[in-house]
C-alpha cells in the first residue's frame, strides 16, 4: 500500500515528473499545477486549505493526492481536489488504497460529515472507482465535472 508524505522541499521536484497516460492527461490539472494551488487554497463559504501529498511505494514515489478543508462549509467539509496515479503504476490498485487513506483520515475527525469530489463526466474510471467507495452522484455538475458525495456520518 502507498505510504501518503507531505509535499515539501525535498520531494515537490520529483512529483511533478508523475504523469498519467496521454489520453489521461485532460482528466486532471498536473501536479505541478496543484502543488501551486496548494499555496493559496480556495475561498467559497469560508476558506479551504488545500493539503498535497505524494504517494510512495518505498522509496518510489507513485501518486499524487490532494485534498481540501473547510469546516465551514454546508454541504462537505472536506473535498478531494485531486488524484493521480503514474503511468508506470496504473493497474495495481494504487488509485483506491490512495483513497481509503484519504478517507480514514477524514473519518478519525468528527467535524468531517461529507467529502466531495468531483470529476470529468466521461471518466468512467473514476466514476467506478468513487462508487465502489460509497460516493454518491447527486445529479449535478462542478462547473464542468460530475459531483459526487459521501456522507460520513
Not at 20 to 39: G, P
Amino acid at each position: 500500500m502507498p505510504e501518503l508524505r507531505p509535499v515539501t522541499k525535498e520531494n515537490w521536484r520529483e512529483l511533478i515528473k508523475l504523469q498519467v497516460r496521454e489520453d489521461q492527461k485532460h482528466f486532471v490539472a498536473s501536479n505541478l499545477m496543484s502543488i501551486a494551488e496548494a499555496q493559496f487554497g480556495f475561498d467559497e463559504e469560508g476558506h479551504w486549505d488545500f493539503f498535497p501529498f505524494g504517494a510512495y511505494v518505498d522509496q518510489d514515489p507513485v501518486g499524487f493526492v490532494m485534498y481540501g478543508i473547510n469546516f465551514n462549509h454546508s454541504r462537505f467539509q472536506a473535498f478531494i481536489m485531486r488524484l493521480m496515479v503514474d503511468e508506470h503504476f496504473q493497474g495495481k490498485g494504487y488509485g483506491r488504497d490512495i483513497i481509503k487513506q484519504v478517507l480514514d483520515r477524514f473519518r478519525a475527525n468528527e467535524k468531517i460529515k461529507s467529502v466531495g469530489i468531483s470529476y470529468e463526466p466521461e471518466n468512467l474510471a473514476a466514476r467506478n472507482l468513487y462508487a465502489t467507495l460509497g460516493f454518491m452522484e447527486p445529479g449535478e455538475m462542478l462547473g464542468d465535472e460530475t459531483l459526487a458525495v459521501l456522507n460520513l456520518r
